[in-house]
Each structure stands twice: as C-alpha cells, then as structure tokens.
C-alpha cells in the first residue's frame, strides 16, 4: 500500500533546515569547547581524556578573574566601547547627512574617497596611527585609546545612505516654517533616523568591546588594560593557562552576547541598511 504523497516543498525545506542546523552548529563549535576547556584542570587540557570535563571546576572563573584586576579591566572596556559607540554616531550622523543633502563641489568625489579608505587594510594604519599619539603624548592614556576610533567610514556610508531615504518634503516643511540647516538636522533628520543610529551604536561598541590589536598597542600599564588585551595576558614566555583564559573569554563573551539576544534586529537591520541607496 503506497503511503500519503509527500508534498512537493517538504523536501528542500527539511533540506535547508538540516544545512542551517549544521551550519549552526559548526559555528557554536568553537563557544561550546570554550566553555567546556575553562571547566577542566591546566593537566587535563593536555591529557587528551576528551572533550567533556571529568570534574567540572566551577571555581576557574572566580580563580580566573582575581589573578588579574579584570573588574578594571572590565570598566576601561566599557568606557572604551561607549566612547567609541558615542564618537562614531556623531562624526557619522554629522558627516552622513551633509554627503545626502548638501549640495557642495566634489561632494560626491570626496565621498567616493571615503569609501575607498574601506579597502586599505587597518594594519596599514597602524604605525603612522601610534607615532601621531606618540607624538602628542597620549600612549597609555584614554584619549589615546579613543581618539582614533572615533570616526568609522563604514558608518558614515550607513547613515549617508539611510538620510537618503528621509522624504526631503518633511525638511521643506520645517524649512518653510523657519528652520534652519542645524534645526532641521536635529529635529527632523536625527529622530526619523533612529533605527541607523542605534544600529550604528551597536556595531560600533560592540566592535571597540573586542578590539584587541589597537589597545595592545597603546597601552603599557595594568590600569589601562581592556578585557581583551587581559585574556591575551593569560599567554607567558613560560606557561599558558588554558582554563583561566577560556573562563575569562567566557565572562567576556557574556556581555556581547546578551547584547545581541536582546538587539538582534538591530543587527538585522545593519545589513538591510547597507543596500539602501
């Protein structure tokens, strides 16, 4: 006896389904050996016993964070990725809504050589980005970690292409009713544009939170340290704590993490946005 007919989409979508679950699942790979490796002892890393601890030390992650001053380490990040995040909207908000509305010679030539700053790798920049805070005497210090960060291409383009979409007769209207250039900006622009914003917001700090190669650089002493750079200090001439760093990478994904499960549209959103035009 022949059984129902299986319908005709079933089968692909069953089929994407199992890809994506997989797809999922090799990318929660790595988290989950994280979070497994900081519950095993420094010998039974090595020992080759498997992937599960055969006594789960709960106690790595208290253990791990006091053998280093990781509640300043935790308070640089989160003035660093605020700053940052606070920067980046108003050099980007600022900058976005002249290349999409004011009318200037070689507007758009010096857009496009904006752009074209996306394509230079950031270690390029490195170098000449250290001498300048060298220079002016800022290493080890917040305005020098800061100071450079503060203005992302990558935003201006977002928030460029999203005032793009404001209808320009909600600007005629406050124009006719008096308003001014900065007025409109702040009054009409700025508050339509607040999905840009807080996706803008979001990238940003979530992206200074794991800079690692920038703080590196320019920091020397403990008290300037972010969380980053902290877990990386784990690694000596001599010996590697592998439970101790995996526990701090752990406390260190958590923020970002429920930063996402609570602003996941927002994310979504970025990607939608950077094919506006």
């Not at 010998?43 to 001053?69: C, I, K, M």
């Not at 020397?220 to 877990?231: A, D, F, K, P």
Request: proline content about 6%; aromatic content about 12%.
């Amino acid at each position: 006896m022949r059984g129902a007919p299986v319908p005709e989409r079933t089968l692909p979508r069953t089929a994407r389904g199992l890809l994506l679950a997989a797809a999922c699942l090799v990318m929660a790979a790595p988290f989950a050996w994280m979070g497994l490796t900081s519950l095993m002892g420094q010998l039974e890393v090595f020992a080759g016993g498997g992937l599960l601890p055969r006594a789960p030390r709960w106690s790595n992650y208290p253990e791990a964070l006091t053998v280093q001053p990781f509640s300043r380490y935790f308070l640089n990040s989160l003035l660093f990725a605020t700053a940052v995040a606070a920067g980046q909207v108003a050099t980007s908000a600022t900058a976005g809504y002249a290349f999409a509305r004011l009318e200037f010679p070689g507007r758009d030539g010096l857009f496009m050589l904006f752009l074209s700053t996306m394509m230079v790798p950031a270690v390029v920049v490195l170098i000449p980005r250290f001498l300048m805070i060298e220079a002016l005497g800022w290493i080890d210090t917040y305005q020098g970690l800061v100071s450079t960060e503060l203005v992302s291409v990558w935003g201006i383009f977002l928030m460029r292409q999203y005032f793009r979409t404001v209808p320009r007769e909600l600007e005629d209207a406050a124009r006719v009713d008096g308003a001014g250039r900065v007025r409109i900006f702040w009054s009409v622009a700025l508050p339509l544009a607040k999905p840009a914003v807080a996706t803008l917001a979001l990238f940003a700090f979530v992206d200074a939170w794991k800079n690692l190669l920038w703080p590196l650089l320019v920091t020397r002493s403990t008290e300037m340290r972010v969380v980053e750079v902290g877990i990386a200090a784990f690694h000596s001439t001599y010996e590697i704590n592998w439970p101790y760093q995996m526990a701090a990478g752990v406390v260190a994904v958590l923020p970002i993490a429920l930063l996402f499960l609570f602003t996941q549209r927002y994310f979504v959103r970025g990607i939608q946005l950077e094919g506006l035009r």
